[in-house]
């Protein structure tokens, strides 16, 4: 069965540091990844995905994606944090014999000034 | 110009009452979904329809019934409401068909049920 793991609920980092956001995957078949951001009494926002080509993913708002299948991850970075980067980072995958998306169970990114 | 919107976007209730929650799209995505976002920020799909036609429909109560009239709109009616049922729910449309398979999300509806 598709599942995807964000096994951290809350990652904290100061401002201007870079960020990890954790994703792992287990899928059957080529994954379809994705990352997305919550922020708070709002819709989910999408940020970037992997469908094909490039294991290195750039998205919205400087946020990039490493896709690496040995290790089935699929982990968001950003090279310098915001505060206002604060918010619940979501990790999918798509389901390609259904058209399901399975999401993780969210991570909460704290970023202090 | 709002790509996914929803009505409303709170609603308050008693058990036992009928509601319905309304979505529209205007992005001239094929396929639609509704998900339950729980107080723990879980988030699961409900139903999905492609092009007004159901493609999944995930073990939910009966009570739930979604509905699309055209491609561009997704509703979702709801009996017998429970106290369980207190959750907020998204509504979201992608387009797979032409390699564009991110979901874009309503604002969602905050469901409570007294």
């Known amino acids: 069965a598709q599942s995807v793991a964000q096994p951290e609920d809350q990652v904290n980092v100061a401002e201007g540091n870079p960020l990890t956001v954790k994703c792992t995957y287990s899928v059957s078949g080529n994954p379809y990844l994705f990352w997305y951001v919550q922020y708070p009494n709002r819709g989910l926002q999408f940020l970037l995905k992997y469908i094909t080509g490039d294991n290195l993913v750039k998205g919205s708002y400087g946020f990039e994606a490493e896709f690496n299948k040995s290790q089935t991850s699929f982990h968001l970075k950003k090279p310098s944090a915001l505060v206002s980067d604060s918010a619940l980072y979501f990790c999918?995958?798509?389901?390609?014999?259904?058209?399901?998306?399975?999401f993780g169970t969210g991570t909460r990114l704290k970023v202090l000034a | 110009d709002t790509a996914v919107s929803q009505t409303p976007k709170y609603l308050v209730t008693q058990m036992g009452n009928d509601k319905s929650i309304k979505c529209e799209q205007n992005l001239g995505h094929d396929t639609m979904y509704w998900y339950k976002q729980d107080s723990k920020k879980f988030l699961k799909i409900m139903f999905s329809?492609?092009?007004?036609?159901?493609?999944i429909n995930e073990t939910v109560p009966n009570r739930f019934s979604p509905k699309s009239p055209d491609k561009a709109h997704l509703n979702l009616h709801i009996n017998s409401l429970e106290l369980g049922d207190s959750a907020v729910y998204f509504c979201?449309?992608?387009?797979?068909?032409?390699?564009?398979?991110?979901?874009?999300f309503g604002p969602g509806t905050r469901l409570t049920v007294t």
């Open positions: 999918a995958v798509r389901d390609g014999g259904t058209y399901k998306y399975i």
């Open positions: 979201a449309s992608s387009q797979p068909g032409q390699g564009s398979y991110e979901q874009y």
């Open positions: 329809y492609n092009n007004k036609e159901l493609i």
